[in-house]
Antibody, heavy 118, light 107 residues
Framework: QVQLQESGPGLVKPSETLSLTCAVSGYSISSGYYWGWIRQPPGKGLEWIGSIYYTGSAYYNPSLKSRVTISVDTSRNHFSLHLSSVTAADTAVYYC???????????WGQGTLVTVSS | DIQMTQSPSSLSASVGDRVTITCRASQSISNNLNWYQQKPGKAPKLLIYAASSLQSGVPSRFSGSGSGTDFTLTISSLRPEDFATYYCQQSYSSPYTFGQGTKVQIK
């Protein structure tokens, strides 16, 4: 059974960098699939942030591309999100997920709320 | 970016009702359309992929149809556990975008 678990600070100050990690169990990241991040502001809809392959090849939502880096660590079977220069608009529940070959998301973490506030 | 528009934004229905939710894409996306169910405080769950294929483990009362720009999610007979918010998502081109959601509430 594939399981994903997000971890990281729940509070980040404005202008700083938000960093989250997604630990994958029950499946080796090196076996394939893309792995992605999606966020959901409180009471709002879903926004895809970006995705990464185990080789490190990543692609991002152009709306966030200048501030986002996604990396992968196959030895630890996890991948990470870094979002720089955050503002209150980046306050959201952040989900990690597995991306299928059809570019949908079949396994999700439970999500972690990140609040941007001083 | 491809815009996804769902209708209605919310609906009220009773257990046993047939429920239909519509999703429209701003351009043709062939059959690259997926549906998710999200309950409060939980992650979305993939229900339907490629417009009409049922994800493993999803009850057969859920079905999807459509191609091009217009798509439909149907729940044939609403059950208490189906009260949730439903999202469509296009997987035709990056950035992969979602509809704004349809909240299915108890009448």
């Amino acid at each position: 059974q594939v399981q994903l678990q997000e971890s990281g600070p729940g509070l980040v100050k404005p202008s700083e960098t938000l960093s989250l990690t997604c630990a994958v169990s029950g499946y080796s990241i090196s076996s394939g699939y893309y792995w992605g991040w999606i966020r959901q502001p409180p009471g709002k809809g879903l926004e895809w942030i970006g995705s990464i392959y185990y080789t490190g090849s990543a692609y991002y939502n152009p709306s966030l591309k200048s501030r986002v880096t996604i990396s992968v660590d196959t030895s630890r079977n996890h991948f990470s999100l870094h979002l720089s220069s955050v503002t209150a608009a980046d306050t959201a529940v952040y989900y990690c997920a597995r991306v299928t070959g059809s570019y949908n998301f079949d396994y999700w973490g439970q999500g972690t709320l990140v609040t941007v506030s001083s | 970016d491809i815009q996804m528009t769902q209708s209605p934004s919310s609906l009220s229905a009773s257990v046993g009702d047939r429920v239909t939710i519509t999703c429209r894409a701003s351009q043709s996306i062939s059959n690259n359309l997926n549906w998710y169910q999200q309950k409060p405080g939980k992650a979305p769950k993939l229900l339907i992929y490629a417009a009409s294929s049922l994800q493993s483990g999803v009850p057969s009362r859920f079905s999807g149809s459509g191609s091009g720009t217009d798509f439909t999610l149907t729940i044939s007979s609403l059950r208490p556990e189906d009260f949730a918010t439903y999202y469509c998502q296009q997987s035709y081109s990056s950035p992969y975008t979602f509809g704004q959601g349809t909240k299915v509430q108890i009448k």
